[in-house]
């Protein structure tokens, strides 16, 4: 694997959050302001009944990305009588702004939401896509002079009405009106995966193009018990992707094999469910260093680090499934 596991893991769990959280997962990091800000999942419920009760969002701040603090809930005004939860978040900083994108479940279907925010704690509410779409995640800049975004809809009619889902792009001149919408990758062009795949962490800009750090599921019905749940057949993996630099739709290259697998007890053995890496930043450091923040088992938060350079060649190594959506 490309990506080592921190010796810290699992850097965020229910033990940490001052408030009643039975599992905390799924986070977005950003550096914003000089520090670093995290955002994360968190269900209430009883833990030892396998009950869930809520599902809402922290807030936790850390001076060297490892060791957090967790100083409170987060609440996203959104106006809509429907809303069930919101979940997922991920960061992006633009133009100096915090901009937290999100899932929302409604009554009427899930909608991938925006937000942003100037002192990362209060947030006004930009907009929510049409049902059903959800791992939305915003580029940290302007490409010719839009903002872009990828997500990931539920095309269940058209796949056949299995979850056969794809990452997809659009872009908007005022982040509100999105459009000129295309397919970035599909889950054929990722080797391992049978199911799904979705954007995980917003991407960041290299010298060789935007690297995208997603995450890629793989069914097995033979998967029985897993976690609370009686039958829980998914694994999900994280995997890496560039995109052209001044044309983001572009693939240039995926890495052909998956760069973190579960593996360690806190993603296969205790926990929710079993057999989960879910990415949701990455942030690379002037030394070279990437790091990926992701949901373990969705029940803790995790960190793992590769070299950035490591992974940008394993992006473009021969035998990559690459430049497969050029023609799209
Ligand atoms: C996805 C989302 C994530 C979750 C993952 C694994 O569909 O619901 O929030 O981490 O499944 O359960």
């Known amino acids: 694997m490309l990506f080592t596991r921190h010796p810290d893991n699992p850097i965020l769990h229910p033990g940490n959050v001052p408030f009643d959280a039975r599992l905390v997962f799924n986070p977005g990091v950003a550096v914003f302001q000089g520090r670093y800000l995290m955002v994360f999942r968190y269900e209430r419920g009883d833990f030892d009944g396998h009950l869930l009760e809520r599902t809402a969002l922290g807030?936790?701040?850390?001076?060297?990305?490892?060791?957090?603090?967790?100083?409170?809930?987060?609440?996203?005004?959104?106006?809509?009588?429907d809303l069930r939860r919101v979940y997922d978040p991920r960061l992006t900083v633009l133009d100096s702004r915090l901009y937290l994108s999100f899932a929302a479940d409604t009554d009427h279907g899930i909608r991938a939401g925006l937000a942003v925010s100037d002192d990362g704690?209060?947030?006004?509410v930009l907009d929510l896509s049409l049902p059903d779409n959800r791992n939305q995640v915003l580029?940290?800049?302007?490409?010719?002079?839009?903002?872009?975004?990828?997500?990931r809809p539920f095309p269940v009619y058209g796949r056949g009405g299995g979850e056969r889902f794809d990452i997809w792009m659009s872009r908007s001149p005022d982040l509100v009106h999105w459009g000129a919408s295309r397919l970035v990758l599909g889950v054929e062009d990722v080797p391992w995966a049978n199911a799904k795949i979705g954007p995980g962490a917003p991407p960041i800009r290299t010298d060789r193009g935007w690297l995208v750090l997603f995450h890629a599921v793989d069914i097995d019905p033979a998967r029985g018990k897993n976690g609370w749940e009686k039958r829980w057949t998914k694994r999900y993996t994280a995997g890496a992707a560039l995109l052209d630099a001044e044309q983001p739709w572009l693939v240039r290259g995926v890495c052909p094999e998956p760069v973190?697998?579960?593996?360690?007890p806190y993603e296969t053995r205790d926990?929710?469910?079993?057999?989960?890496?879910?990415?949701?930043?990455?942030?690379?450091?002037?030394?070279?260093?990437l790091r990926m923040y992701y949901g373990a088992a969705d029940t803790v938060v995790c960190l793992a680090e590769a070299r950035l350079d490591d992974v940008l060649a394993a992006c473009t190594a021969p035998g990559g499934a690459s430049l497969s959506a050029m023609t799209r």
């Open 139 to 151: 580029f940290p800049e302007r490409i010719g002079g839009y903002y872009w975004r990828l997500e």
């Open 59 to 81: 807030r936790a701040v850390s001076a060297d990305g490892v060791h957090w603090k967790v100083d409170g809930e987060l609440s996203i005004p959104l106006d809509i009588s």
């Open 271 to 289: 926990g929710f469910r079993l057999n989960v890496v879910f990415p949701g930043a990455a942030i690379a450091s002037v030394d070279g260093l």
């Open 121 to 124: 704690l209060s947030f006004e």
């Open 260 to 264: 973190l697998v579960p593996d360690a």
